[in-house]
């Protein structure tokens, strides 16, 4: 289950499954996980996700206009 996550993210952007809900949900979790590990140790806080990680988060968060 862990990867799971991962894999939704990852299949999302590559373009081997739709993006949608599941995906976003994916997305929440696995920044939750990863503002914990900030939160841990200072270590873990020049890690970030990729720039196609962050374009797809910006994509829940795009209005249509039309």
């Given amino acids: 289950m862990?990867?799971?996550h991962f894999q939704i993210v990852d299949m999302s952007i590559n373009g081997s499954?739709?993006?949608d809900e599941?995906?976003?949900a994916s997305l929440t979790i696995l920044t939750e996980r990863l503002e914990r590990l900030r939160k841990l140790d200072?270590?873990?806080s020049d890690?970030?996700?990729s720039?196609?990680?962050k374009k797809l988060k910006g994509r829940k968060n795009a209005v249509p206009v039309g």
């Fill in 17 to 19: 499954r739709a993006v």
């Fill in 47 to 49: 890690i970030d996700f």
């Fill in 22 to 24: 599941q995906t976003f």
């Fill in 2 to 4: 862990e990867s799971d």
């Fill in 51 to 53: 720039s196609d990680v």
């Fill in 42 to 44: 200072n270590v873990f």
